[in-house]
């Protein structure tokens, strides 16, 4: 049976008996000494501290964790040896969230004391260099979008799509229609942030559900607009890796019904180059860095949501943006009469943006495209192959060709052998793999969601669509194997009734503690 | 140790195979067997029984003797404790009731049952939704979302109950075709209860997802949002259904789970009423509206068991007159396919098709399409 799968390679997790860092505090034992200050500077400028008002000072020292340098370095290392990141996996397995190489060159610019020594606060005349990128960056997006003015201040999808929602809320005030126009429209298969964000301003949520096509239609869109409408916030492709050939008509219906649209572009990665926003008929767009730019994804760390917007909103957006003056000099212009403001401290997340901007520049227009023809070609490769697999399908409908990603299902697999996509999840793990489902709710049954990118080889494809071939082969040769996975990894099942209880949930060592005691 | 009990209709399904759209009733059960129909409930229910044993559990099993399940259990290899019934009787539809009562007072904590549409009437009839019950479809019928998927699947959910693992409950809608008018190529179809019905929670990626919200929460929460754009002086008719009660409960009223309650200024004017009543109550009125939910696995909206709403009823009712509420999971299992009507009136049914804004939460709706 081995032979038969020799691409797949042997891994096991390394466990250690880690501590939390908390609970590695041992009062007295310092990370670093700080010098104290010379008599010499005191006598000059004080001893730094009583210049501090009082209304400011701690009364009490900070609860942190007193650890040697040493022993935090090995802690860190040990708990990176326990997880599976995207440099150590072919990490396919994450769909709609565009996971592909990070250069590490790029770490360079990033790291470089030019750039990480920069200070918020420091003059602009001294940090060109920095605001000249952020302008050219705007000027790419213009071509890749279509838009006529860029924003750096999201520092996520969601946040860009809160954006997206401020702006067209603004609008509507400026046209004396905010009262009115209280609903957003999406679709199901969008990426749920763009009904959530939305809703976090009050915004009621319309949601279209998916035809037998796969695709939402025209004619249930023009059934609920109306003067209520405030705008129309879509992904497309969908999540499912289809992409809506109406989109002209869906931006035309909500646009006569005197609504605005927004496009999530967080995960362009199947049309860059090919599609824009704009010819699309849409007034204002978002990318998200970390994804199809190829920014690392910080999971909840640093990412960016660069948004865009056409003539007409030119105005509206977040400040500032970086305008370029005639002698040929770049400047932070807050002067947008109708804008939304600040969205975020500073002038954006700007290490993801040098990574990005360091990856268009190394690719150039035409190799932006090629990105996204090669992600296509490898998705659609896969789609081939997986949909050989016995017990998986790609619904919704089926046959039906893919743009960057694929929404597939284990319906039949799960129905005749018991074993579904948690199962697959779990015992791919012992493969070194990972695989994710989809969003809540499973319109899918048994969902799974691939996405290649450009990033990977044949060579690796073949080694994921093995894991998956083999774990098929199990599930109906002896699926107690898969429903017992994972067998080469340091944690098996994880109960997740746990973070269902707000009675055992904590997110920081605080809680903890109130919670389950010392 | 948890206890599970194990009531096998054993007749169910006999009536399928022989074209008999079901095995209600003696003379039926008669002619499915002069066709030479063979019982295959108990069989069916077997792989349920060995989905159970594999995983080695400790549990107590009580079932009731002969051909309603001691066989099959006996066959599986488990012993099983049996409950006392007066075997002397011939097997009908009240042995199975009193099967099921006799289990909820020795207190079961899981009710297995093999059989349709029409055993599950009678578990619902014994033991309305009080302890957790689950069906096995082995019947002809299988309309009720009372039932798992497949014998296998049943016995997979049970094995999660007895490890206490990824369980959840919902209510499960039981819903019965009469079997004589079916018979004459009509159909007609009645809402008998719900069954509490525990299911297997999906996995879900907890960091992109959320917690999924409850059942009881989302229906409030639709409460809610209906409450909201409801005005007083319009004659609401509150059809069959638990999502559709958590309105009447919103306002604090008694209303009826499996019939039409009328309510107006937020009073309850009139519980369980028929056509009739409808009528008269509505003359006066100058504006009425329905308030519905999509009833059974298949999301018939009407002529499936809310047939007080009558086509000729329908048909002075115009689609913005319509609210449709409903759980998003309640959608989600339609696996894409649209809301079906079928009053028995095709200009009623092309007059209601179309697209529909389902409210699914507080200031949430999804758009879903109806078909005939």
Known sequence: MENKYNRLRNFHQAKWDEEVIFQLHNPGEKGIIVPEVEKEIQNEIGDGISEIPASMLRSEKPNLPEVGQMRVLKHFLRLSQQTLGADFNVDIGQGTCTVKYNPKINESFVRNPNESELHPMQDQSTCQGTLQILHEMGEFFKEISGMDRFSFQPSSGSHAILNMASIIRKFHEVNGEDGQRDEIITTIFSHPSDAAAAAVLGYKIITIHQEEDGLPSAEALRSVVSERTAGLFITNPEDTGIYNPNIIEFTKIVHDAGGLCGYDQANANGILGITRAKDAGFDMCFFNLHKTFSGPHGSGGPAAGVIGVTDRLKDFLAVPIVGKKEDGSFYLDYDLPNSIGKTRQFYGPIPVIVRAYAWIRSLGAEGLEEVANIAVLNNNYLLHKITKIRGAASPFPAGKHRIEQVRYTWDKMFKETGVGTYDVTLRLADFGFHMWSSHHPFIVPEPFTIEPTESYSKEELDEYIEALQRISDEAYSNPEIVKTAPHNSVIHKIDHSVSDDPKKWAISWRSYLKKHGN | ?372
């Open chain 2, 1 to 372: 140790m948890k206890t599970i009990g194990l009531i096998i209709n054993p007749i169910a399904g006999m009536g399928g195979a022989v074209g008999l759209k079901g095995t209600d009733g003696v003379d039926t059960l008669k002619k499915a067997i002069q066709l030479g129909a063979v019982p295959t409930s108990g069989e069916k229910t077997k792989s349920t029984l060995r989905e159970i044993l594999d995983k080695s559990l400790e549990f107590r099993l009580l079932t009731c003797a002969g051909t309603m399940g001691e066989e099959a259990v006996r066959e599986v290899g488990i012993d099983p404790e049996l409950i006392e019934m007066d075997s002397s009787n011939k097997i009908s539809a009240q042995t199975s009731i009193d099967a099921a009562k006799q289990m909820m007072k020795k207190k079961v904590d899981l009710l297995l049952f093999a059989g349709g549409d029409g055993t599950a009437r009678n578990i619902v009839e014994a033991v309305g939704n009080e302890i957790p019950v689950l069906g096995i479809p082995t019947g002809v019928k299988i309309q009720s979302s009372a039932f798992s998927i497949n014998p296998r699947s049943a016995g997979r959910i049970c094995t999660a109950f007895i490890n206490n693992n990824k369980i959840e409950f919902r209510e499960g809608e039981v819903i019965d075709l009469d079997e004589d008018q079916y018979r004459k190529g009509n159909i007609s179809t009645r809402l008998f209860g719900y069954l509490k019905i525990p299911f297997l929670k999906e996995h879900v990626q907890r960091l992109k997802s959320g917690t999924p919200k409850t059942e009881k929460y989302t229906q409030e929460a639709i409460a809610n949002d209906l409450a909201e754009r409801m005005s007083d002086d319009t004659f609401y008719l509150v059809g069959p259904g638990s999502t559709t009660k958590a309105l009447v409960d919103h306002f604090g009223l008694q209303g009826s789970l499996l019939g039409v309650d009328v309510i107006t200024s937020k009073k309850v004017i009139a519980n369980d009423v028929n056509y009739c009543q409808i009528l008269k109550l509505i003359e006066s009125s100058n504006r009425v509206e329905l308030i519905i939910t999509p009833i059974g696995g298949q999301g018939f909206i009407f002529g499936r068991g809310n047939q007080q709403f009558t086509p000729e009823l329908l048909s002075n009712i115009n689609k913005d007159q319509i609210h449709i509420l409903s759980t998003i999971q309640k959608l989600t299992s339609l696996r894409g396919q649209p809301f079906l009507i079928d009053t028995g009136n095709e200009v009623v049914n092309t007059k209601l098709s179309g697209y529909y804004r389902v409210t699914t939460g507080y200031h949430q709706s999804t758009v879903y399409k109806a078909i005939c």
